[in-house]
């Protein structure tokens, strides 16, 4: 129930195209939904994140969707550059009681020039 | 400068020997954290502190050890016990309660032979 399920493990995307990357949770606790950027040998970076309250949240080229009666999020990279070829996780956590995240195992994305 | 000091960024021990790897923030943040991450995988939880002189394990706690006597300190010790140590350490830090954001420094990579 505490895991966090991600899909693909990776995906390579031509230069100005669409990447989706897709999270599945079981526990309806979770209440943050947090997706971070990881460039080769650093640390990863918060790229965007989501609450329950709201189905969708854009930053820029990025937007996450999030659909409560699926336990499914996805994160949408439009118009898609080679810049960001990275490995891309999704997590969630539980604020009220601790503020560990639960992360996915990651996705390895490479945009195609 | 704010952020997240982790040093060294190449660590190389002999089989047998324990190895202390730093973790330092001026973010004045509460919480810290250690993750290992192994080539292609997520990030694994190996403790946590969210108070000065408190902590927890994580989910893969054996074979390690912290301490936690300074708010912006908390070092990881990987002891000889830990059966496979080879990995990218990252230390992280977040504030106490919401947005729940964890900032991740850049990482150690141990390797021992």
């Known amino acids: 129930q505490q895991q966090v399920k991600q899909s693909p493990q990776s995906l390579i995307v031509q230069k100005g195209g669409i990447s989706i990357i897709n999270c599945a949770y079981e526990n309806t606790a979770f209440d943050y939904f947090p997706w971070y950027q990881q460039f080769p040998g650093k640390g990863p970076a918060l790229l965007i994140a989501?609450?329950?309250d709201v189905s969708e949240k854009k930053e820029g080229r990025f937007t996450i969707s999030f659909n409560k009666s699926a336990k499914q999020f996805s994160l949408h990279i439009m118009d898609s550059q080679p810049g960001d070829s990275a490995t891309y996780f999704c997590?969630?956590?539980?604020?009220?009681?601790?503020?560990?995240?639960?992360w996915g195992a990651g996705t390895k994305l490479i945009i195609k020039p | 400068d704010g952020g997240i000091t982790q040093s060294p960024k190449y660590l190389f021990r002999k089989e047998g020997q324990n190895v202390t790897l730093s973790c330092e923030q001026n973010?004045?943040?509460?919480?810290m954290y250690w993750y290992r991450q192994d080539p292609g995988q997520g990030l694994r939880l190996i403790y946590y502190?969210?108070?000065?002189?408190?902590?927890q394990k994580g989910d893969i706690a054996e074979g390690y050890s912290v301490s936690r006597e300074k708010k912006e300190s908390f070092p990881l010790t990987v002891t000889s016990a830990q059966k496979n140590p080879t990995a990218f350490y990252l230390c992280?830090?977040?504030?106490?309660?919401?947005?729940?954001?964890?900032?991740f420094g850049p990482g150690t990579r141990l390797t021992v032979t």
């Open positions: 992280a830090t977040s504030v106490k309660g919401p947005p729940y954001e964890q900032y």
């Open positions: 502190s969210q108070i000065v002189n408190d902590f």
């Open positions: 989501i609450r329950p």
């Open positions: 997590a969630a956590s539980i604020g009220h009681s601790n503020y560990q995240l639960i």
């Open positions: 973010l004045n943040h509460d919480a």
